[in-house]
């Protein structure tokens, strides 16, 4: 009898458990995704991985284009691409990952977009990656969002060269100088701030 009990109150709660469960608000979904071919881009990434996670109620992802998906795209609330200047232009594999987005499927439209690219120097094209890549995102119906103040509207950048006139800008234990690094991690702050408020809004 008591187990009879037991399972009648037990039945009894399911629906306020599922409501609970249901009120809890859910995380935003950031997704980072990179070609990288000689680590710099990666450096970047897990930077602006670093920053998104930093915020609470967002979710991150950091994938390479080989083994992310269309549907990892479909299913993030904001997606943030990161590519190597290739002659100044966006990397072939990272190209070929965005082309692959259904660009037709209405769970694009009103996703956030952003964009980081990492270059040999100064004025070598990582300007024209970023834009590239958030004009791809345009097409989509997303919304695209830039780095937090003047200093990097279209995104986050690295180049291997110093502006100040030094050899380079890299660090003895890693790929890309700290100053980047932080750009970066702006870059995934803002991001997911973003989608984090829009998460909530709706």
């Known amino acids: 009898m008591r187990r009879i009990v ?3 109150c037990l039945l009894a709660l399911l629906p306020l458990i599922a409501a609970a469960q249901d009120a809890e608000p859910k995380k935003a979904g950031v997704l980072v995704v990179y070609f990288s071919d000689k ?3 990666k450096a970047m990434a ?18 390479d284009v080989a083994t992310a998906t269309p549907e990892d795209v479909l299913a993030a609330d904001a997606v ?17 990952f965005i082309n692959s987005w259904p660009i037709r499927d209405a769970r694009l439209h009103d996703k956030i977009g952003a964009a980081f690219a990492t270059g040999s120097g100064l004025s070598a094209g990582e300007e024209l990656v970023q834009t590239n890549i958030l004009q791809s995102m345009l097409v989509c119906q997303m919304i ?15 180049m291997d060269e110093d502006p100040s006139g030094g050899a380079d800008a890299k660090k003895q234990e890693g790929l ?7 750009k970066g991690e702006a ?11 829009l998460k909530k809004a709706k």
């Open 176 to 182: 890309v100088a700290d100053h980047y690094l932080k």
């Open 144 to 158: 695209v969002v830039g780095g937090p103040g003047s200093g990097q509207p279209f995104g986050a950048s690295s």
């Open 187 to 197: 870059l995934g702050k803002r991001v997911a701030e973003l989608a984090v408020r």
């Open 80 to 96: 943030i691409v990161g590519s190597p200047v290739y002659k100044a232009n966006v990397a072939p594999k990272a190209q070929e």
């Open 6 to 8: 037991s399972l009648l």
């Open 46 to 63: 897990e930077a602006v991985g670093r920053g998104a996670g930093a915020v609470d109620g967002a979710a991150v992802t950091v994938l």
């Open 39 to 41: 680590g710099h881009t």
